[in-house]
């Protein structure tokens, strides 16, 4: 069993940073896919990237590309969601989440088995 609790979030103003950090217990942390989603109110949930087992390779949505880096520490046990250029529609609960493998529907939430408690992101002026 793979216990996920998120952390990092909070109010931001349009134009400013945030960095999330996903940190795991239990499992073998370091053998998994963690992907990172995000839910604004009365939306779906909708992906934000993937980091794989390594490190090596990471998926994002289109439209966060250049704007949103996911990174990982195994020896923490933790993963990153850095968030630059922030804008009012990133407002929204962020999830990470854990998955086996890399396959191609690890944009989906159903790929993913563990899920954290979430993080609130707030940006507004």
């Known amino acids: 069993q793979v216990q996920l609790v998120e952390s990092g979030g909070g109010w931001v103003q349009p134009g400013g940073s945030l960095k999330l950090t996903c940190a795991a217990s239990g499992g073998t942390f370091s053998t998994l896919t963690i992907g990172w989603f995000r839910q604004a109110p009365e939306k779906e949930r909708e992906f934000v990237g993937a980091i794989n087992w390594s490190g090596t390779t990471t998926d994002y949505l289109d439209s966060l590309k250049g704007r949103f880096t996911i990174s990982r520490d195994n020896a923490k046990n933790t993963v990153y969601l850095q968030m630059n250029s922030l804008k009012p529609e990133d407002t929204a609960d962020y999830y990470c989440?854990?998955?086996?493998?890399?396959?191609?529907?690890?944009?989906?939430?159903?790929?993913?088995?563990?899920w954290g408690q979430g993080t609130q992101v707030t940006v507004s002026s």
């Open positions: 989440a854990a998955g086996l493998g890399w396959g191609p529907k690890r944009d989906s939430p159903h790929f993913y088995n563990y």
